[in-house]
């Protein structure tokens, strides 16, 4: 199924400090005692605990609840946690939810879920992941993403070190094989420059990837670039940077998701060198969650969307201010 290119500014209405994986509804039983019809949608995704996933699900949640006659669920998923999001899952389907929306640790260890599901009339949609047979989808284009900071971090490296004599960094997920695009474009221009690449390995929060650049930069001290994952590892990484004493001017650092402190970051660097990031629009990705369910439930509208990443720079506070505004409300 082919998704539906999605880019839009709409009002915000989610809470987005970082906290707690939600399990709760949106709505409880008395508010929904007066719908005619009512909705149960279950989201899932399996890096609970990264600063984006926080927001995407308080907003979705948030909107849920705006749009009324909605219960929402949300897992408690962390570390890309099979066993637990199995569970989660098998738990919906007994529950027999309207819809499940998920971001599959690992798509193949859920297609009897799928079969299961759907025999009960039980509509399937993914998150980043699509699958065969799949009734719906919200995605985030990790390809384009990938592309962008690729493309930024060589002209950077072009500019401030023409002559190489530098290594990099890398943090990846490899359990996710549908955003390997955040890595693998990267490391394409990493070796198209003859950078090499001395560190490679799973990370997506801040104490990890405080560990690996202190780690990196230890055995390897000219590493001047890191690549996050997402911006969790990334703001990890730069604080093993600012301990070591090294200018800000001669570290490229780069994430993904744009979370609300890697945004203020990248705009306010002062000694940091977290530079940029493709920056999720969260409000379109957390809306889509429950439109495109509520579709796939109801037979009525877009069940597929698939959202560009934005490229958010030092430099350009225009687009940063934009983006900060969608979490801000």
């Not at 929402?72 to 946690?81: E, P, W």
């Not at 994430?255 to 990031?277: M, Q, W």
Request: aromatic share 6%; with cysteine; net charge negative.
């Amino acid at each position: 199924m082919r998704r539906k290119a999605s880019r839009r500014i709409a009002v915000a209405t989610g809470l987005l400090a970082a906290g707690a994986s939600l399990t709760s509804c949106s709505q409880d039983d008395e508010a929904l005692a007066g719908c005619e019809s009512t909705y149960t949608i279950g989201f899932s995704h399996p890096v609970g605990e990264a600063a984006a996933p926080k927001a995407i699900k308080r907003m979705a949640a948030d909107y849920a609840e705006k749009k009324g006659c909605i219960k929402f669920l949300l897992d408690n998923t962390t570390a890309s946690n099979l066993e637990s999001q199995r569970a989660t899952v098998e738990g919906w389907i007994t529950q027999k939810v309207d819809a499940i929306l998920l971001f599959p640790v690992d798509p193949s260890a859920f297609t009897n879920l799928q079969s299961q599901a759907q025999e009960q009339g039980i509509k399937w949609l993914t998150y980043a992941s699509p699958m065969k047979g799949e009734d719906g989808g919200v995605g985030f284009d990790s390809e384009q993403a990938g592309t962008i900071i690729a493309d930024d971090m060589a002209a950077w490296i072009k500019d401030r070190y023409p002559d190489g004599g530098i290594s990099a960094a890398v943090t990846t997920l490899k359990a996710l094989t549908t955003i390997t695009g955040r890595w693998e474009k990267p490391e394409a221009a990493l070796a198209d420059l003859d950078i090499p690449v001395v560190s490679t390995q799973d990370c997506a929060d801040q104490t990890c990837g405080l560990q690996i650049a202190e780690d990196a930069l230890r055995e390897n001290p000219d590493l001047r670039v890191f690549v996050g994952l997402n911006d969790d590892a990334a703001l990890g990484a730069q604080k093993a940077f600012e301990n070591a004493g090294l200018s800000a001017d001669d570290v490229y650092i780069s994430g993904s998701d744009g979370a609300p402190e890697a945004l203020e970051n990248i705009k306010a660097p002062g000694d940091g060198a977290f530079r940029t990031t493709a920056a999720l629009e969260v409000q379109s990705l957390a809306q889509d969650i429950v439109d495109n369910s509520l579709a796939a439930i109801t037979g009525e509208g877009e069940t597929s969307s698939l959202t560009p990443a934005v490229l958010a720079k030092t430099g350009d506070d225009a687009t940063i201010d934009e983006l900060l505004a969608q979490l801000d409300g």
